[in-house]
């Protein structure tokens, strides 16, 4: 910030990453903070009302300061979500009330989020609503960020990129979606430090509400991922490489089929 001296800034999450550096959601919160704090008072600040950390930021802010998401007081917000193959469409509503039909090749609550921020920011920067909306419908995925990357006779979702247990949950809560057999691949989560078993769990629990087979990749690095599945109904397979997680999905997998690819492809598949 020093550097570049920022006119504007929007934050547009704060969850646990990199805690092996930041240490702390307050480390990741008092760095991220610096953006705002860096703005001049005549500067325009962006907040997801994601969760209850970015809206404690938001109050201390003494910026011009607007929020998007999908709360009634937001100054944007998305409401009527669907998600699908062929993207996500939303109707995008300002704090007037003036709406704005949108699609996106983009899956996942977590991506409209990021698109309503941005969305904000352009808005009072002088764009109208229907200038926005073009914009958001020639959006192109981001390569291993929720990409459908086949569609038939199964379809592919790449989120190989090393994610968050935010992200993790976000990519879950879109293969929920799906009506036909939800398999998930994944070796679980890197860099969290002493909170690495915490989310293995807590993982394996949204695995179990959300998919139908579990193929794990790293037999220890997954022990407490199987423990979050306890009671699931579903398969579970516990594979050394992603070679041989491979080799599963080529014997299970039937037309119609939807695979979830999550995090680290293929750098930490290997045990």
Partial sequence: CDFVHPHNAIITSIGPQHLHTFLSIEGVKKGKFELIEALEKTGIAVFASTNDDI????????????????????DLKAENISVGCFGSAFTLIDKDG???????????KHN??????????????????????????????VEHRLQIVAQKPVTIIDDAFNSSPNGANAALDVLGRFVSRRIIVTPGFVELGKDQDKYHLQLGEKIKDNADIAILVGKKRTEKIVEGLDGFKGEIHQVSSLTEATRILQKITVPGDVVLFENDLPDNFNE
Avoid: H, W
Avoid at 112 to 140: C, D
């Fill in 55 to 74: 809206l404690e930021l938001y109050e201390k802010a003494s910026c011009q300061k607007f929020t998007a998401g999908f709360l009634e007081s937001d």
């Fill in 98 to 108: 003036n709406k704005q039909e949108c699609s996106t090749k983009l899956l996942g």
């Fill in 112 to 141: 409209i989020s990021n698109i309503l921020v941005a969305a904000l920011m352009a808005y009072k920067m002088g764009l109208t609503l229907e200038e926005i909306a073009r914009g958001i419908s020639k959006i192109q995925p």
